[in-house]
């Protein structure tokens, strides 16, 4: 049992890169990261982060496997934030609703 939810956990770090650069056009994404870094006034950070990808115009795997962390760690500090002020017993109350619509929308779409 552990060895099979082991061994499907490995594929999102053995299997999805080789599949994402094999298979996957990720030049939209390249694109939006660059455009969005220069309308924040990182130009420096946008031709670094287009010249550091191996394969010209495509982004690397392994940034695209970071974006769930690292959407993790903004939503969180984000969310955090915004419910600093609120009781514990109420954030729970509204988040289990909030996060069921959203979930089942997601699935949705």
């Known amino acids: 049992m552990i060895a099979s939810v082991l061994t499907?956990?490995?594929?999102?770090?053995?299997?999805l890169p080789l599949h994402i650069r094999d298979f996957v056009d990720t030049s939209d994404v390249l694109s939006g990261m660059t455009g969005l870094l220069r309308?924040?006034?990182?130009?420096?950070?946008?031709?670094?982060?287009a010249g550091s990808m191996a394969n010209n115009g495509q982004l690397n795997p392994e940034y695209m496997i970071n974006?769930?962390?690292?959407?993790?760690?903004?939503?969180?500090?984000?969310?955090?934030y915004l419910?600093?002020?609120?009781?514990?017993?109420?954030?729970?109350?509204?988040?289990?609703?909030?996060?069921t619509v959203v979930s089942f929308s997601v699935l949705v779409f």
């Open 83 to 99: 419910v600093t002020r609120l009781k514990p017993f109420t954030t729970i109350f509204w988040g289990v609703p909030v996060s």
């Open 8 to 15: 499907c956990f490995n594929q999102l770090f053995y299997t």
């Open 39 to 49: 309308s924040l006034g990182m130009s420096g950070a946008a031709d670094s982060l």
């Open 67 to 80: 974006f769930n962390a690292g959407a993790i760690i903004f939503f969180q500090v984000l969310v955090s």
